[in-house]
């Protein structure tokens, strides 16, 4: 049987999405003979996870949302496999099992298999039917069911979470959120921003819960109805658990690769064991900051991860370390948009913090910038226009603003436009 | 991957009128209504200055990387083009781009950036004073590119120098159907004759004396013309072996009318061998024969102008071009090689010498284009039949101070060396203006 004999390529990437493609762009950059292989589990062409919530609104349909096509890896000479799950990795034999007793061997590895929806371990939730949406399928099972959902449960309130809760509102479901932390959009926005939102969530009809528990789920035939920490129930025609994603990382058992939050990685994506490499939401990600500030999940990152690991197991000189994540968002609800760019001020901050406020309550828009020794930390505006990119380079630059902070505050679109113009144009 | 147009921006001819952005704001719009402009120009209050936020049309777009609907991608134009059929408006590439290249049109409902108006930017064809330029240059570089080099790779020249690029560009569009002449000086230095019996080139080539090059391209010329072939009979000179040594052959040559095509390398001075002086040597420039003391202050007389005498020889075809102009370059070069089949052509290239004139090798291009902003070297072309015509505007020059401070030939000068140099580019400006005028034709030459 020819399948007998192992495989082997220059390079191999597990996962297709935009951490696994972006390092196949960057490997083809700098490598244009050496033999590549992506291995992705899927059966569909890769799809983005954050098209999904535009699937779910029926906004796009199946068609036409892939992020790459077929035909771009063979432009690329990829070999592009589907259905190719891998089970195990040797790294002792640098060789890589796929489910169907099939082994590759690999000269240099990366890992990008992304993450999978986080199911908390709530009483009850295993013995009833409940949504996930990581997937083009988890997508279209949630479009589907929210058609007749009557009422609808959301656990978490992320992007994911609120996203769905907008689609389901919109198709005329009565929808409850339940999140645990005293916030919407944690760890995205600053409370104030995260009040304004939610403010417009309930003029639409949707119930927000914040700071609240689901302590039980229960069916009630098809359906199910949960049980929140203060007694009270909810019917849930449809229920969503939106709790956050965790690495998918169960295949790397054994394998001898260290895993923490993720993948352990240094500042070129490389992984503990030699010619293996990971990068996106796999990885366990530094922050920018160096501090506690979530870091991951961000679709940029990831990007710039994949980057930095495909020049570096390539060898391209070009190379730089990986900077560290930076929270961003650009989050669009009910015709409205909320951007976040960095991290808000802790709440013991000292005296090198300045955080400057433009429309407090009453006002249409808000914004807020948050500054550390006179260089941006965090940008947070809702209705409020500004170029995300430009405050991100700002903040990896540790521009120094000055007084510059000020004309920030007033007309950040502009002003981050003549720093850019006069610093990195 | 090939190079393709660009707008590029000069923040220092900007007065921020905004009628790029008025322009922009009519041709993106659908309905009549003025539409999100695509181009930002953006005040620095503490500076005075103007900035510019637009699309850069990016080699490697970060905002094509980022978006998760495939609805950016860069085209064999060069155009980052966004696809509303396939945007599902989450904004994400507005975080992927670093220069406001692309933003969200609240009017519009979805972001917007600029697409070069398929070809003819409007905010372009608005700029009055020249701050936005439709870069196209990239064009030629890829249809020459096509084009065979004919030297062999690796010729000797010193770090930063554009005679390489002069002579690849030339040979590569006047084609293997030539025999090159190369008299003494950088060029057969570099390498064109070959080394250790090996040719430098692709073409026959030869290496005449300092004093005989156009009198044996026409011997070349005519006994190929004889024997039925039409050949390109080609000089590559430097200007000693042009103006000086060589004037002798080459002022008969072009009198007589002979059919050559010959190209004068001009770095003013003999700079091969340790730069001296030369008939092209400007007034007041450090060379090895015009040295620096208590007395001396570098060369006391004038450069002579070698393209205007040879334009006085009545030749065919007479061009100056320069290094950081190629689109003129190369046009002068195409119809310099058509008039060498009816008669003499010359072209008179400019030719920064890093080594010999004292300035960074990085910065070639540059002092090229000093030299050309400042009226120091004006760009002209003279063709029999239509008499000499200003290649560009002289009419506004930068002061002559701002390309003179970037040679350290001329890092001694004092006040007075200035104005002496000033007075002498005006004026030298003026009787081109007034050729120009007359319409300088046959008939004055003749």
């Given at each position: 049987m020819e399948r007998s004999a192992q495989q082997r390529f220059d390079y191999v990437v597990v996962g297709a999405s935009h951490a696994g493609i972006e390092a196949l762009r960057a490997i083809r950059a700098h490598d244009g003979d050496g033999s590549v292989a992506v291995l992705d589990r899927e059966v569909r062409l890769p799809v983005s996870p954050t098209v999904l919530p535009y699937v779910v609104s029926g906004k796009r349909g199946e068609d036409g949302i892939a992020l790459r096509e077929r035909r771009w890896f063979d432009e690329l000479r990829v070999d592009y496999r589907q259905q190719a799950r891998v089970t195990a990795v040797d790294s002792a034999k640098a060789s890589l099992s796929l489910g169907d007793g099939v082994e590759i061997g690999y000269g240099k590895l990366l890992l990008a298999t992304g993450a999978t929806p986080a199911v908390p371990p709530i009483d009850g939730l295993a013995a009833v039917r409940y949504h996930v949406l990581r997937t083009l399928d988890d997508a279209l099972a949630l479009r589907d069911a929210g058609r007749s959902a009557g009422r609808a449960v959301v656990l978490g309130a992320g992007l994911v979470g609120m996203h769905a809760a907008e689609n389901l509102a919109r198709v005329g479901a009565r929808v409850t959120i339940v999140e645990m932390r005293d916030q919407v959009l944690p760890g995205y926005f600053d409370a104030t921003a995260a009040a304004r939102i939610e403010a417009v969530f309930r003029r639409h009809g949707v119930e927000i819960l914040t700071g609240r528990r689901i302590e039980q789920v229960v069916a009630r035939g098809d359906a199910s109805a949960v049980a929140l920490d203060g007694g009270e129930l909810r019917d849930a025609g449809l229920l969503l658990v939106a709790a956050g994603v965790r690495p998918d990382v169960a295949y790397l058992a054994g394998s001898g690769i260290a895993v923490g939050r993720g993948v352990v990685v240094d500042a070129f994506m490389r992984t503990t064991v030699p010619n293996v490499w990971a990068a996106g939401d796999v990885v366990q990600t530094a922050s920018f900051f160096g501090d506690t500030t979530p870091a991951g999940g961000i679709l940029p990152d990831a990007v710039e991860q994949g980057r930095t690991a495909g020049m570096s197991m390539a060898g391209d000189p070009a190379v730089t370390a990986y900077p560290g994540g930076v929270p961003l968002n650009t989050y669009g609800f009910f015709g409205r948009r909320a951007l976040s760019v960095g991290r808000d001020a802790p709440a013991d901050a000292g005296p090198d913090w300045e955080v400057l406020v433009r429309?407090?309550?009453?006002?249409e828009d808000y914004l807020k910038i948050v500054l550390r020794e006179g260089r941006l930390q965090g940008v947070f505006g809702v209705d409020v226009l500004f170029d995300p990119g430009i405050m991100w380079e700002l903040i990896l630059r540790r521009v120094e603003l000055g007084a510059r902070a000020a004309a920030l505050l007033e007309n950040p679109e502009d002003a981050g436009r003549v720093l850019m113009s006069g610093l990195w144009r | 991957m090939s190079a393709t147009p660009t707008i590029a921006f000069d923040a220092a001819r900007c007065d921020g009128c905004g009628e790029c952005m008025k322009a922009c704001q009519v041709a993106k719009s659908d309905d009549g209504r003025p539409a999100q402009s695509r181009i930002r120009i953006v005040r620095d209050d503490e500076t005075g200055s103007w900035g510019i936020a637009q699309c850069r049309q990016c080699g490697d777009p970060r905002c094509a990387s980022v978006c998760p609907a495939a609805a950016l991608a860069k085209g064999g134009d060069g155009v980052v083009a966004w696809d509303a059929g396939r945007c599902?408006?989450?904004?994400?590439c507005t975080a992927g781009c670093t220069y406001g290249g692309i933003a969200f049109s609240a009017a519009e409902g979805h972001v917007v950036k600029c697409d070069q108006c398929a070809g003819a930017p409007q905010c372009v064809a608005a700029c009055r004073r020249g701050a936005l330029r439709y870069v196209t240059a990239a064009k030629l570089y890829n249809r020459w590119g096509e084009l065979e080099d004919l030297f062999v790779p690796g010729l000797g020249g010193c770090q930063g120098c554009n005679t390489e690029l002069i002579m690849r560009h030339a040979l590569r569009r006047i084609g293997p159907n030539t025999v090159l002449a190369t008299p003494p000086g950088c060029i057969p230095g570099m390498g064109s004759v070959g080394y250790n019996g090996m040719l430098g080139c692709k073409v026959p080539v030869f290496h005449p004396l300092l004093t005989n090059t156009a009198s044996m391209l026409t011997g070349i010329r005519r006994q190929f013309k004889r024997k039925g072939r039409d050949v390109t009979a080609l000089a590559l000179a430097g200007d000693g072996g042009a103006g000086d040594v060589g004037f002798q052959s080459l002022s008969g040559a072009a009198e007589r009318g002979e059919q050559i095509l010959f190209v004068c390398v001009d770095n003013e001075g003999y700079m091969n061998t340790g730069a001296q002086r030369s008939g092209s040597t400007t007034y007041g420039a450090w060379t090895a024969t015009t040295p620096i003391g208590e007395a001396a202050r570098g060369k006391t007389q004038e450069a002579k102008n070698l393209p205007l005498l040879m334009m006085w020889h009545g030749c065919e075809y007479v061009a100056t071009a320069s290094t950081a102009f190629m689109e003129d370059f190369y046009a002068k070069l195409e119809a310099a090689l058509d008039a060498s089949g009816r008669g003499f052509a010359y072209l008179h290239l400019y030719s920064p010498c890093t080594s010999g004139w004292r300035f960074p090798s990085a910065a070639n291009v540059e002092v090229a284009r000093k030299a050309v902003e400042t009226n120091f070297a004006v760009l002209w072309e003279y063709r029999r039949s239509h008499g000499l015509r200003l290649s560009r505007d002289i009419d506004e020059p930068a002061p002559v101070v701002d390309y003179l401070k970037l040679l350290g030939k001329f890092g001694h000068l004092d006040a007075a060396q200035v104005a002496h140099i000033q007075a002498h580019v005006d004026r030298q400006a003026q009787v081109l203006r007034e050729l120009a005028r007359a319409g300088c034709g046959a008939d004055a030459v003749g």
């Open positions: 429309g407090g309550t009453g006002s | 599902v408006n989450c904004l994400i």
